[in-house]
Nanobody
Framework: QVQLVESGGGLVQAGGSLRLSCAAS????????MGWYRQAPGKQRELVAG???????NYADSVKGRFTVSRDTAKRTVYLQMNSLKPEDTAVYYC??????????????WGQGTQVTVSS
């Protein structure tokens, strides 16, 4: 079973930056794609960014130009660099991984979530 552990969340002022990390406990070469979702209070979970084998990426329109997703296969880790943060970016951020196609399904691999809070 692949386990995903996120880190790097916290409290930051608007305009600031945070970097999230997600480490997979098993051989990452078995994973085709990894990425990030988020869920704000009272809202549905939404896709933030994904990175697929070969390096192709996709982003939600709301984060394009501000967030960057990257992956270190040797470290079995995916990152989310978040710049120019806004209060509406406040949410619990979840790492996801799939051996299949992106985006992942509920039956794929999910982390426990890390809180990101952006103050105005």
């Amino acid at each position: 079973q692949v386990q995903l552990v996120e880190s790097g969340g916290g409290l930051v002022q608007a305009g600031g930056s945070l970097r999230l990390s997600c480490a997979a406990s098993r051989n990452i070469f078995s994973i085709n794609a990894m990425g990030w979702y988020r869920q704000a209070p009272g809202k549905q979970r939404e896709l933030v960014a994904g990175i697929i084998s070969g390096g192709r990426t996709n982003y939600a329109d709301s984060v394009k130009g501000r967030f960057t997703v990257s992956r270190d296969t040797a470290k079995r880790t995916v990152y989310l660099q978040m710049n120019s943060l806004k209060p509406e970016d406040t949410a619990v951020y979840y790492c996801a991984a799939t051996r299949g196609n992106w985006p992942p399904t509920p039956g794929d691999y999910w982390g426990q979530g890390t809180q990101v809070t952006v103050s105005s």
